[in-house]
């Protein structure tokens, strides 16, 4: 447990009729001293604190799980999220035959992909502001009504220097819990597409991937050659080379990895060789394949994929 001190808040200028900006430093390496700093105007207010510990403070256990169940309860899911992004965008049957789907196929799945993003965020700060801010705040009741200060901007800043320990732990866990949906959506963002797209398709839901058997696993049992595996793995940081050896292992000589890694992240060492190796392609946004590997045979853009790699099976894929 981290023992607290409270530090005296400065006060310069008077200005509180401005809206307040806040911001922090962390003063030493274990994150457990800080320096709050609340703006307003032309006036400063600055607090020095230990983050410490009251009768009233939340353990991890609590906190987490207080944010996995407020989410779980009203964070939409995935399908439902990135739907919504697509009918925002007119991405819906009907709008679009499937060659015009399929000839914009990295375009639309660009926008998807950050659309899905902004509505995931407006739900976000639906729910964080109006189910987890009060929820801590109601549990903290004690401490915030022994709270004392001389003027608003003295308040504020009080105020955060008692709430900044469960604050932080909430940030960071809104953080892992995007890294933990972002590859569903993902996956139903690439669904989504195939659906526009008329390219059939059968979903099965591995540990770490989505595969999609195109066109489906019945055809795929009787003449691989004709079928594809389209994984979908949203980004390459973890589990690289089990994913690999585990698509390496259907036999399937038509395999393909999505990811929506941008081309920092991508590495011929660590990524190309593998795939060289095991005769297997990479998908990237066409502007991951034009920046960093323009002439690389096993990477495919999606706009690739979709015009080429695609209309070159369909004519195998009829009864």
């Avoid at 009203?74 to 000839?103: D, M």
């Avoid at 795929?220 to 004709?226: E, L």
Wanted: glycine share 4%; proline share 3%; with cysteine.
């Amino acid at each position: 447990m981290i023992r607290a001190s409270i530090g005296k808040s400065s006060l310069r200028n008077e200005d509180t009729q401005l809206k307040p900006q806040f911001s922090t430093q962390t003063q030493i390496a274990d994150e457990s001293l800080y320096v709050f700093t609340c703006k307003v105007g032309n006036t400063t207010a600055v607090a020095n604190s230990e983050v410490f510990c009251m009768s009233d403070s939340i353990s991890d256990d609590e906190l987490y799980g207080l944010l996995n169940r407020i989410r779980s309860e009203r964070l939409p899911s995935s399908e439902t999220i990135v739907g919504e992004a697509a009918e925002e965008l007119g991405l819906v049957q009907g709008a679009f035959t499937a060659n015009q789907v399929l000839s914009n196929f990295n375009n639309n799945l660009r926008q998807l992909f950050e659309r899905t993003l902004t509505v995931l965020e407006r739900y976000e700060q639906q729910v964080y502001s109006g189910a987890v801010m009060p929820a801590i705040a109601d549990r903290r009741r004690q401490t915030l009504e022994g709270l004392r200060a001389g003027n608003n901007v003295e308040l504020i800043s009080s105020a955060l220097q008692a709430l900044y320990p469960d604050l932080w732990r909430v940030f960071l866990s809104r953080s892992q819990s995007r890294k933990q949906r972002g590859g569903g959506d993902f996956q139903e963002q690439i669904k989504l597409m195939f659906q526009l797209a008329n390219i059939p398709f059968e979903e099965q839901t591995r540990e770490y991937r989505t595969d999609f058997v195109i066109p489906s696993q019945a055809l795929f049992q009787r003449d691989r050659t004709r079928a594809i595996i389209f994984s979908v793995k949203r980004t390459l940081r973890e589990r690289w080379q089990e994913v690999v050896d585990e698509l390496h292992h259907t036999n399937c000589p038509n395999v393909y990895l999505a990811t929506a890694n941008e081309s920092r992240k991508i590495t011929l060492t660590t990524h190309i060789a593998g795939l060289r190796r095991y005769n297997m392609h990479l998908v990237v946004w066409d502007t991951v394949k034009a920046e960093k590997f323009p002439t690389e045979p096993v990477v495919r853009n999606y706009t690739e994929f979709a015009t080429i790699d695609v209309r070159t099976f369909q004519p195998f894929w009829n009864p």
